[in-house]
């Protein structure tokens, strides 16, 4: 498991970041505090976003592909 903070500020973002994940057979989510999302799920999502202060979970070692896929809404790295 590796996280990455990231920001999604509109709808249209929302919608293009889970096009975006759906494409990868692993398990993906999006934490805000105490909340975690699924984020191939458009209306979990929009229960914390927009939000500056989102963190994107990985649970998949080989994971380069979806970055590079994601870079638009990557911060920087940080690593759990």
Same mark, same amino acid.
Request: aromatic share 8%; with cysteine.
């Given at each position: 498991?590796?996280?990455?903070?990231?920001?999604?500020?509109?709808?249209?973002?929302?919608?293009?970041?889970?096009?975006?994940?759906? #494409?990868?057979?692993?398990?993906?989510?999006?934490? #805000?505090?105490?909340?975690?999302?699924?984020?191939?799920?458009?209306?979990?999502?929009?229960?914390?976003?927009?939000?500056?202060?989102?963190?994107?979970?990985?649970?998949?070692?080989?994971?380069?592909?979806?970055?590079?896929?994601?870079?638009?809404?990557?911060? +920087? +790295? #940080?690593?759990?």
């Amino acid at each position: 498991m590796k996280k990455y903070p990231i920001q999604i500020n509109s709808l249209d973002e929302i919608t293009t970041f889970v096009r975006t994940v759906t #494409k990868y057979n692993y398990d993906v989510d999006l934490c #805000k505090g105490n909340t975690v999302v699924d984020a191939k799920s458009i209306l979990g999502i929009m229960t914390i976003c927009p939000n500056p202060d989102l963190e994107l979970i990985i649970y998949n070692s080989d994971h380069d592909d979806i970055l590079d896929s994601l870079s638009d809404f990557l911060l +920087e +790295e #940080k690593t759990a």
